[in-house]
């Protein structure tokens, strides 16, 4: 395989890893803001921490796997992206002459590492904890 085709390779790797980080944390965000909707459609606005242990508990649970699920796969694809994107570099700067989009590629800092996935999932995770345990409480009946 020559250095182009190479580089060429790392450079789709590169962007569909991105890709697929996006939709990870867009799935992360769209989950947690309707989470958040459903607790404030759902709950009488009052916050209670002492009522209704099962659905919270039931609630928390779900939302806890869904996390580590979205996590993981967050950790993995950051993980890799880097590893295609720490190859490129090496060769683009061992082979000079390769193409500009591979000089440019190799050049781009990324933005997204695995400990902003873990800060930023601290930061929604409490949110939503917090509201589950306090507001998720059904509206009283009115007669």
Known sequence: MSIQEETSELINLIFTLQDRLQFFWNFYFGTVLALIAFIGSYSSGVPKFKANHWPKFAVTMIFVMFVVGNLDGL????????????????????NPNVSEASQIVAAMRFRFSAVGAIIGHIIGNLIVLSAIWLYLNPKEKQN
């Open 75 to 94: 950790w993995t694809y950051s993980h890799l992206a880097n590893d295609a994107a720490s190859r490129l570099g090496t060769l683009v700067r061992q």
